[in-house]
């Protein structure tokens, strides 16, 4: 059975920082890339960040410089540290495996869902 497990989240004031982890099982881990989104109340799930199986990484324009992603195949795990925290960050973060990681993060490109962890980024 495959499984994704998103957490790490909180409540943090602005310009704080906090770190999500996914932990994955069942899947051939390595092969596969693994992308956080999120979702606000209202709003449409969109694409954060995302790693590749050879350590290619994406970020949507909105969190550059202030998010990394990284991962760990030995421990099945990928982790977003998210720093200098705002506000608008504030939504449940989900992670999810796909065979590819490229810009704009196509949901249905994604076939294993974990549930969502979530962030709340007090002004």
């Known amino acids: 059975e495959v499984q994704l497990q998103a957490s790490g989240g909180g409540l943090v004031q602005a310009g704080g920082n906090l770190r999500l982890s996914c932990a994955a099982s069942?899947?051939?881990?390595?092969?596969?890339?693994i992308g956080w989104f999120r979702q606000a109340p209202g709003k449409e799930r969109e694409g954060v960040s995302c790693?590749?199986?050879?350590?290619?990484?994406y970020y949507v324009d909105s969190v550059k410089g202030r998010f990394t992603i990284s991962r760990d195949n030995a421990k099945q795990m990928v982790y977003l540290q998210m720093n200098s925290l705002k506000p608008e960050d504030t939504a449940v973060y989900y992670c999810?495996?796909?065979?590819?990681?490229?810009?704009?993060?196509?949901?249905?490109?994604?076939?294993?869902w974990g549930r969502g962890t979530q962030v709340t980024v007090s002004s």
């Open positions: 790693i590749s199986s050879s350590d290619g990484r």
């Open positions: 069942g899947i051939s881990f390595d092969v596969y890339a």
């Open positions: 999810a495996s796909s065979l590819w990681c490229r810009s704009a993060m196509p949901l249905f490109e994604h076939d294993y």
